[in-house]
């Protein structure tokens, strides 16, 4: 309980202290317009309040991520508490809050385009493929899941209820983000926040062990260690609750609608330590729950004893009625409200790419219709495939973002090393991993390690002696 409570005081500190160190690093001017008042348009660029903004920005980049990856994270055991705290701190927080305030200089521009300003336009056009491909795979992910959870409550047919599913998303990637987005998402995001503080309270007056951080512990308690090492295998499956590139295809959305950039740490920052919190929640009452990490990975290795399996037993029972409720939110609506934001991302990201003004709703149909017809035929793939390849894919954005982040820092002749290092960590996992892991190469581990060391540090050494042009 003690490392659980100590872990959360300090993603708190990490806001408001390290928080104001990558503000102050950005140079934020709060007297500079933004895009939602020098581009207002009524359907993408939009002033919101900072409370719906942020609310917004949380559930865009939550949805299952914090909560699904902590749980399966939660099997390597307590070492998840050390990677949710600093991933989301010293990675993901700098991530988002760059990855948005970025796209507020740069007129609320897609991260593709963003990416191209700093590191080429080879990268730029290869980083508006990778996206759209990232994005479809969320959206893909996001319909089939809640699909197959409505189909065990309801009875109804899986395919019926996808239709249904992509028919809400097509309405909700074309209409005015204030319309829709705007007054559903707050409501969303906040009952995303109850059942969490729900579940913390319950960790801290029912009859619950949270493992500690000890040296006995800091090690990995996976029930098949040899195949699952925690390098880098817990960094990949914990990724929203850490850091995630899906974070940064969002960001600009908000960053179309912020008014100061003021705003910003709050929204960008803010929403990412709340992540983590979330994420660290979820991780310590799936090991306290069922009695420890060993008892966690017998119950989930039951046929049917998935990751929404134990969100819908812990809440039921830790939260009655009410968490019974949230456990369908949290479950179904959540993945749901980040599929439609996904295609939403896409949508955007193919028209600054074509330069393709979005104002018309005829013009919004040509790029949608398309977007979606590739969506449905992906459906027809294998679920756990897709999961796969999109849990590589997903960090394999964020180390490309980080190193733009990098880029950008260096041009601005400011010290670099607080996202050099994010950023050589992250290329080494996802090397490592590509190269280990059996939807990648399959090699062997003692490789895939020196490859991805060595790839990390060939990147960082000519980063330090590159010199960068404006």
């Known amino acids: 309980m003690i490392s659980f409570l100590i872990s959360i005081v300090v993603l708190v500190l990490g806001y408001f202290v390290y928080g104001n160190y990558i503000e102050r690093k950005f140079e934020i001017d709060p007297n500079r317009p933004t895009p939602a008042i020098t581009k207002q348009d009524g359907v993408d660029y939009v002033p919101l309040p900072l409370g719906k903004i942020f609310l917004i920005q949380f559930l865009n980049i939550a949805g299952l991520g914090p909560i699904f990856g902590a749980i399966a994270g939660a099997l390597w055991g307590p070492v998840a508490f050390l990677w949710i705290v600093f991933g989301s701190i010293f990675a993901g927080a700098v991530h988002d809050y760059f990855s948005g305030m970025l796209s507020i200089r740069h007129g609320g521009d897609s991260i593709p385009e963003i990416v191209g300003v700093y590191l080429g336009t080879g990268v730029k056009y290869f980083m508006r493929v990778f996206s759209v491909i990232l994005l479809i795979l969320v959206g893909v992910v996001f319909v089939k899941g809640p699909a197959t959870i409505l189909h065990e409550l309801t009875g109804t047919s899986v395919p019926l209820l996808i239709g249904i599913i992509f028919a809400y998303y097509i309405l909700a990637t074309m209409i005015p983000i204030d319309k829709l987005i705007g007054k559903v998402y707050p409501i969303f995001g906040a009952s995303l926040l109850v059942m969490a503080v729900g579940l913390f309270f319950a960790l801290i007056f029912q009859d619950y062990t949270i ?42 959305l908000m960053a179309r609608c912020i008014s100061n950039e003021k705003e910003g740490k709050k929204v960008f920052f803010g929403a990412m330590i709340t992540e983590g919190i979330v994420a660290l929640i979820w991780a310590a009452i799936a090991m306290a729950f069922f009695g420890g990490v060993r008892e966690l990975g017998e119950t989930m ?128 996992v996802v090397t490592i991993y590509i190269f280990v892991a059996p939807e990648g190469f399959g090699l062997n581990y003692t490789i895939s390690l020196v490859i991805g060391l060595l790839t990390s540090t060939i990147l960082s050494f000519w980063f330090i002696i590159s010199k960068l042009k404006n």
């Not at 308690?221 to 295998?233: A, E, I, R, Y």
């Not at 609750?241 to 295809?249: C, D, E, L, M, V």
Request: glycine share 6%; proline share 5%.
């Open 301 to 428: 290795a039951i046929e049917g004893h998935n990751a929404a399996w134990v969100v819908n037993i812990i809440c039921n029972t830790t939260l009655g009625k009410i968490g019974g409720i949230l456990a369908i939110f949290g479950v179904v609506a959540a993945p749901i409200t980040s599929g439609d934001t996904a295609f939403r991302s896409t949508r955007l990201i193919v028209a600054d790419a074509f330069d393709f003004d979005q104002g018309k709703l005829l013009k919004r149909l040509l790029i949608t219709i398309p977007i979606f017809v590739i969506a449905f035929a992906l459906t027809k793939i294998d679920f756990a495939i897709i999961w796969r390849y999109f849990g590589w894919s997903n960090q394999m954005l964020a180390t490309v973002v980080l190193w733009t982040i990098a880029v950008y820092v260096k041009r601005q002749k400011k010290t670099y090393w607080f996202i050099l290092i994010p950023a050589a960590f992250m290329t080494a």
């Open 211 to 252: 493992p500690e951080l000890s040296f006995e512990n800091i090690k990995n308690l996976h029930s098949n260690p040899d195949d699952n090492p925690v390098f880098p295998f817990l960094f990949i499956t914990i990724a929203c609750g850490a850091i995630s590139g899906f974070h940064s295809t969002q960001s600009p």
